[in-house]
């Protein structure tokens, strides 16, 4: 009993290091054509044909493979459902064994909510109160544009063509690099190939200590849109790994009812940030 309940810990506590580190076939690549002359038009054409292929939809659900390799923490496999509707909410839901539920993660455009079945608490947080524990700004738009593929400017809800000239534009064979700031100095490139598909977006510290990678892989097309099928989010301090978490996409539908629910039980404990992220940090001591 103690080594499956370390095994359920273990594969939700991945999924909850993932939210942390973010708070705290396929057409043949090409040349894309030089911008020298004129950087900003190129840059606009380029932009808008990645828009243009992003993932459009209103809801979405998928079954994904989760795989966790972090200091101390490694799960092979476990599944997580999620739904998702747009500029809404979304949700995990971590199914280790038998498709019973053990954690479900809910993140909404004002807060984020967490239930422990195993050990019969939960975690209900706005965005106001997380962002005093953490130097990181929040934002629901731009955590579901990393789930999606898409490319964001921080803080922002959308990008618009009135808003291209926030990026900084680089190209270098086939490979685009696209650059933004936010007020607390931390950057944003956005890795694409000349294709204009997205291919990883990076955030690093003003300081350049911490760096977050999320890449994305295995492209193919989900109802007549191509999307990639494998993501892959790395945590590096100092250039140094600090461990990853990776899912497969088993099955994803696009545009159909999706109904999300959260409810509490009346017995449940209650547990802040703090009292999560110590558990996450001892969970193996």
Not at 33 to 46: E, L, S, Y
Request: proline letters at 3%; charged letters at 25%.
């Amino acid at each position: 009993m103690r080594q499956l309940k370390r095994y359920v810990n273990t594969a939700g506590v991945g999924l909850g290091l993932l939210l942390l580190l973010i708070l705290g076939g396929c057409k043949s690549s090409k040349q894309v054509g030089t911008v020298a002359p004129g950087v900003a038009k190129a840059k606009q054409v380029f932009l808008q044909a990645m828009e243009e292929q992003a993932l459009h939809y209103q809801t979405l659900t998928a079954r994904l493979g989760v795989e966790i390799n972090l200091p101390n923490l490694q799960v092979n496999s476990t599944r997580v459902d999620l739904k998702m509707i747009k500029d809404s909410a979304f949700q995990l839901s971590v199914q280790p064994l038998l498709g019973i539920e053990l954690f479900r993660i809910e993140v909404s455009r004002d807060s984020i909510k967490v239930l422990d079945r195993m050990n019969k608490r939960y975690l209900a947080e706005n965005y106001e109160a997380l962002r005093a524990q953490t130097p990181i700004t929040f934002n629901f738009y731009n955590l579901q544009a990393l789930f999606t593929n898409r490319l964001f400017l921080p803080g922002e809800q959308t990008v618009s063509e009135s808003q291209y000239d926030r990026f900084r534009f680089d190209q270098s064979g086939t490979t685009v690099l696209i650059q933004a700031k936010d007020p607390m100095g931390l950057r944003y490139t956005f890795e694409a190939d000349g294709e204009e598909k997205l291919l990883a977006t990076e955030m690093t510290d003003a300081k350049g200590q911490y760096r977050l990678r999320w890449g994305y892989a295995d492209f193919r097309v989900v109802e007549k849109q191509l999307f990639p099928q494998r993501m892959t989010v790395e945590a590096f301090k100092e250039e140094n790994a600090e461990g990853n978490v990776q899912w497969g996409v088993t099955r994803m539908r696009l545009d159909e009812p999706v109904k999300l629910d959260f409810v509490i039980p009346a017995k449940y404990t209650r547990i802040t940030f703090e009292q999560l992220v110590r558990t996450l940090k001892h969970l193996n001591a």
